[in-house]
């Protein structure tokens, strides 16, 4: 288990990391790190690392301080953007680094690399040169490499970031499926809303270098902690709205929410306002195409300006009624 206590990382006088205190492992097995550019996460990630000097606070593996353990003696696997692969040398012997470095003997260290290759979906490839690989058999290849020495964390740096979106949504099952293969605890770093949420375990919102909230991605995306996280986790309005016995009412009509009686403050994104027959009445402002046909709308209702999503285009200048879904609105938690 990773325990980080009140990390803080400054940089001449920025902030870049500010009293962090999070968890890794245990029934949080995987940790994604998500956060807009410049948040800190890079800095975080690095920390744990042993890469960048901490100014205050504790990084502990399984209750053991790691402030006086170098990098390479605190057993964590490390995965980049780029991969970072050895040019020179084969797909088999790039993932046989690690267990040559901790002098497995040849044969262990050819079962092992066999079976890590296996893992990854790349057996019968070690022989290729890094440079003979796609982007997607890189990242696997270095994912190998982390893993082979069967490492007490694995360290993740947007892994997937560099490949094109089908890859990357591909990879990341894989990945998941990966991590719960071989249970290493991980921590991962990313931007990506869905890759954090087929990740991860647990999801830790990091803004301005403060962590703003950690929970499992279902609670995270039904109660976000303000509307500040709110916002960066989609939910572009914010609502008033009353509760009553499970009821939410706002202008846009009422709504099942899991909330107790009393005021609320309701997140909506474009897929929680839908057309309804029988809802709340709206002007088109203007429809976008979206590539499966939809349509995501511009809508004025009232004094509110909102995004609505539609199977058939409404035309500009029309009036729509519009209702929401429950399961995709969010209740602010403060
Ligand atoms: N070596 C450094 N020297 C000075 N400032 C730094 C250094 N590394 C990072 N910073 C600053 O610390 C802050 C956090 O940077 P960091 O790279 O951790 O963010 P990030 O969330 O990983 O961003 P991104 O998603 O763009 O990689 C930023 O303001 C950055 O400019």
Redesign the pocket.
């Known amino acids: 288990m990773l325990g980080l206590e009140q990390v803080t990382v400054r940089?001449?006088s920025?902030t870049?990391?500010d009293e962090v205190s999070l968890e890794v492992g245990g029934d949080a097995q995987v940790v994604a790190l998500l956060?807009?550019?410049?948040?800190?996460?890079?800095?975080?990630l690095r920390a744990v690392a042993g890469l960048e000097p901490l100014t205050s606070g504790r990084v502990l593996l399984d209750g053991a301080d790691l402030a006086r353990t170098p990098t390479h003696r605190r057993g964590f696997g490390l995965v980049f953007q780029d991969g970072q692969l050895f040019p020179h040398r084969d797909v088999a012997a790039n993932v046989a680094f690690g267990l040559r470095m901790a002098r497995w003997d040849r044969r262990a260290r050819q079962d092992r690399v066999a079976e890590l290759l296996e893992l990854v979906g790349l057996a019968g490839l070690g022989a290729r040169r890094p440079g003979e690989l796609s982007g997607g058999q890189a990242q696997r290849v270095a994912l190998a490499r982390a893993l082979a020495p069967r490492p007490r964390l694995l360290l993740l740096d947007?892994p997937l970031s560099a490949l094109d979106r089908e890859l990357r949504d591909r990879l990341t099952v894989d990945l998941a499926a990966v991590l719960r293969a071989t249970g290493t605890p991980a921590l991962v770093?990313t931007?990506d809303h869905a890759e954090a949420a087929a990740l991860a375990q647990r999801v830790a919102v990091?803004d301005d270098?403060v962590l703003r909230q950690v929970a499992p991605p279902r609670e995270l995306w039904r109660r976000p902690a303000d509307a500040r996280v709110a916002a960066f986790l989609g939910f572009g309005l914010v609502v008033d709205a009353h509760v009553r016995a499970g009821v939410a009412t706002c202008a846009l009509g009422a709504v099942a929410v899991d909330a107790p009686d009393g005021p609320a403050r309701l997140g909506l994104r474009a897929e929680s306002v839908v057309l309804r027959p029988a809802g709340v009445a709206a002007d088109v402002l203007a429809a976008t195409p979206q590539p499966d046909g939809s349509s995501r709308l511009r809508l004025r209702l009232g004094a509110l300006e909102l995004d609505a999503v539609a199977d058939e285009p409404p035309a500009p200048g029309a009036q729509v009624r519009v209702g929401l879904v429950p399961r995709r609105v969010a209740v602010l938690a403060g």
């Open positions: 940089y001449g920025t870049a990391v956060g807009p550019s410049g948040c800190g996460k890079s800095t975080l947007e770093v931007h990091m270098g």
